[in-house]
């Protein structure tokens, strides 16, 4: 399910008139951003990270529905694509031929497949995109990895515990390089905020909160009532994990990932307020995640209204952390302790209070402008930094797995499995991604929180539901 | 068919020539091993990893190791004398440094011309026994052989030392000093933010490399 997905909201009505920047700044925010060296006159023209110079490795993307498609839209944007140095889609799959053909001008030389065990089939196809709905994924993850792909996992992994850990198990024991869909954690911004939350930079932290609010039905227009329900799924219980799963796993998932820690219960609660259409799935949903030492996280996702769109907050004791569009902002408590980097960073007024921006270079003349908080230094969507890791980790895995097959061959190939493990480390420390693990542990986290919700009830998290 | 005819008859060949030799053949074990490149710069030491290293080392028949001995049966002279691969793939060799790693990765692969020698060799023909040697301690050797990197082969002498691991399992230690300009290989000099950074020409590689008898020679 693609965060990105585009669709009228309050978000965009507030990009048309004030930008959300500039409301966090009136509210004194200090901006918090990694790549801070440019100045706000020359706005950033971000760095491309350049695929290494290894062999070129063929993708298929499987699933070709809505998520499908803006996977293919980003591997064929991206920037390397203009050197003809990006990666190579050479393979489309869906069994509804419809959705194949929608693509056939976006993926023009990729080979179109309606079986996917066709595609799995074709040995030059070297990783797989599984892009299908999330009750799909798992026999076509473990088919792939069989096959010996590299594959990318849309998240959540699956729509049962049972599901993810068979997912999670094949991964884990894959030679080959397996990534899970949280694209969020391939985010430079997420990335640059990690260590700053958890070094304690903003105090202890005492609560969460997170929200996606969104005013749309989840409809898709549908031929006929067949189609309806496989187009649908979305909606229904037995084949989708709700709001928790389908959305709010990304959300779910970042404040766990933040803290360090899995939640040890979760209270939920659910009800079809607005989208009364036959779906059996709740339009609005609240949860609250116990962490150890009583922090808690409050989250809530709704269909029925749009207000306020998607943010997270971070409270800590010396300071709140606001992340939402992708930037990130810290709002410090008036008996907070300095921290060093603010004595070099930009300094804005903003009402009654000085805020203190991470922008390094910047003139007095450049503080007082706006550009620096209104634009990204992060220009693409966190789906396209998902997919360069995705597409620069298989690479440097594939090189991997065929040197270690001249040196040694293949015949044993839990050993090969055990040994990729080093290169595996070495390639989510470069380029960031969900692992297997973090993959399981986001979907345990947000399917027993839609499990919560459906039951308007406490589920106390179990350890043995996060191992494999 | 011809096909599996050919092959059968090589796989016969290669038999035969193992078995002429005479010798005991160890094959390179994929766990284990480490191959670590260090070096120093104008602006601070670096440091690059891997973990693969191939290829086989053969030794006479008579040759036993075993280091609660003072010696080595076979030995002549002092010496082992010795038929070895060593492999290590250049791309396999990463940088371990918290920034900008794969910009050190790309600058070692261009200054050792890895798209055109993938691969650094080394075959070490003689081992020269160090005494005494302390009962339970791996043996020294001097090492003496061919070291292969960008295309350039030189002659080489370093210290290793060769432990038993466990039954006809053996782990080479070593260390072998390099120098850059000598395999043709010029200093990466990259030019970080303000100022130029130099390396040093002089490397030091140190490995620690598991080999174990091969199924054929073991029945011997």
Known sequence: ?468 | MKTRLIFTTLALISALAVQAADGIRYQAQPAGNKVRIEGTSTAHDWEMEGTLIGGFVEFESAVQFDTAQATIPGLKDKKLAIKSLVIVPVRSVKSDAKAMAQVMDGLMQDALKEADFKKIECRISELTFKEPHAAGKPFEFDAAGELAIAGVTNKVTFPVTIDVVEKDKLKITGSAPVKMTAYGVKPPAPSFGLGLMKCGDDVKVIFDWNIAKTATTASK
């Open chain 1, 1 to 468: 399910m693609n965060k990105n997905e585009s669709e009228l909201n309050r978000r965009d009505f507030l990009k048309k008139g004030t930008s959300v920047a500039t409301l966090m700044a009136l509210m004194g925010g200090v901006e918090l951003r990694a790549d801070d060296a440019k100045p706000a006159a020359a706005p950033a023209e971000p760095e491309l990270t350049k695929i290494p110079d290894l062999p070129r490795l063929n993708f298929g993307i499987i699933g070709m529905g809505v998520q499908g498609r803006a996977i293919l839209d980003t591997l064929q944007h991206f920037p390397q694509q203009k050197e003809e140095n990006g990666p190579h889609v050479i393979a489309i799959c869906d069994n509804y031929k419809r959705a194949l053909t929608r693509n056939s001008e976006a993926a023009p030389k990729a080979q179109q497949y309606e079986d996917y065990n066709e595609l799995l089939a074709n040995k030059d196809i070297h990783a797989v995109i599984v892009a299908t709905p999330t009750y799909l994924h798992k026999d076509i993850a473990i088919a792939a990895m069989k096959a010996g792909k590299h594959v990318y996992c849309e998240a959540p992994l699956a729509h049962t515990v049972e599901d993810a850990k068979a997912i999670a198990r094949a991964a884990r024991d894959s030679v080959r390089y397996f990534q899970s869909g949280l694209q969020e954690r391939s985010h430079p911004q997420r990335q640059y905020l990690l260590p700053f939350v958890r070094s304690g930079a903003a105090g202890k932290q005492v609560m969460a909160r997170a929200q996606w609010h969104n005013k749309q039905s989840w409809q898709r227009p549908s031929s006929n009532p067949d189609r309806d329900k496989i187009v649908n799924w979305r909606l229904h219980s037995e084949t989708s994990a709700g709001l928790a799963g389908e959305i709010g796993i990304h959300q779910l998932d970042a404040v766990s990932w933040f803290w360090k820690a899995r939640p040890t219960a979760v209270n939920g609660f659910g009800s079809i307020l607005l989208w009364n259409d036959g779906r059996d799935l709740p339009d609005t949903m609240q949860a609250i995640l116990e962490y150890p030492e009583g922090a808690r996280f409050m989250y809530d996702a709704t269909l029925a209204s749009g207000f306020d769109a998607d943010y997270e907050l971070y409270h800590g004791v010396d300071a709140t952390i606001m992340l939402r569009d992708n930037k990130a902002w810290m709002f410090k408590e008036v008996d907070a302790p300095l921290l060093g980097w603010e004595v070099y960073a930009r300094k804005d007024q903003f009402y009654k209070e000085t805020g203190v921006a991470l922008v390094a270079n910047a003139t007095k003349q450049t503080a007082l402008g706006t550009k620096a908080t209104e634009d990204s230094a992060y220009p693409y969507t966190a789906l396209h930094y998902c997919l360069e890791n995705f597409v620069i980790n298989a690479v440097a895995i594939n090189a991997a797995v065929d040197d270690y097959i001249q040196l040694y061959g293949d015949s044993d190939q839990k050993t090969m499995a055990q040994q990729m493990q080093t290169a595996k480390q070495i390639a989510f420390k470069h380029h960031p991604a969900a692992t297997w693990q973090d993959g399981l542990d986001a979907t345990v986290i947000a399917l027993k929180t839609h499990e919560a919700v459906m039951k308007n009830t406490r589920i106390k998290f179990e350890n043995e539901w996060f191992e494999v």
